[in-house]
């Protein structure tokens, strides 16, 4: 059973950045795809990944609203999964879940169907 763990997150003023982080304990990642999902204050979480990276990390899609400002990253070394978010937007409000599902194809899938594990979310503020 895979359980993800999810940090970094926090409250930021609009412009700012952080970096939010997927791990896992007793299972290397490296062998899934990792996916980031958010769902904002009243909200259902939404279908579609923020952003998410194959298993070898040779495939990354992120979400047009956060092309250029967010990166996705991994170091299956260190069995670590990142989310850089730069130039912060109070429409970034959200809770953030790191999710997971293994299938080498290659891509990721951007839709939540595929994610077969899900962390508890860290919660991302930005707000002045």
């Known amino acids: 059973q895979l359980q993800l763990v999810e940090s970094g997150g926090g409250l930021v003023q609009p412009g700012g950045s952080l970096r939010l982080s997927c791990t896992t304990s007793g299972v290397t990642l490296n062998s899934y795809n990792i996916g980031w999902f958010r769902q904002a204050p009243g909200k259902e979480r939404g279908e579609e990944a923020v952003s998410c990276i194959s298993s070898r990390g040779g495939y990354i899609y992120s979400t047009e609203s956060v092309k250029g400002r967010f990166a996705i990253s991994r170091e299956n070394a260190k069995n670590m999964v990142y989310l850089q978010m730069n130039s912060l937007k109070p429409e970034d409000t959200a809770v953030y879940y790191c999710?997971?599902?293994?299938?080498?194809?290659?891509?990721?899938?951007?839709?939540?169907?595929?994610?077969?594990?899900w962390g508890q979310g860290t919660r991302v503020t930005v707000s002045a």
């Open positions: 999710a997971a599902y293994s299938f080498d194809n290659g891509v990721c899938a951007n839709i939540e169907h595929y994610y077969k594990y």
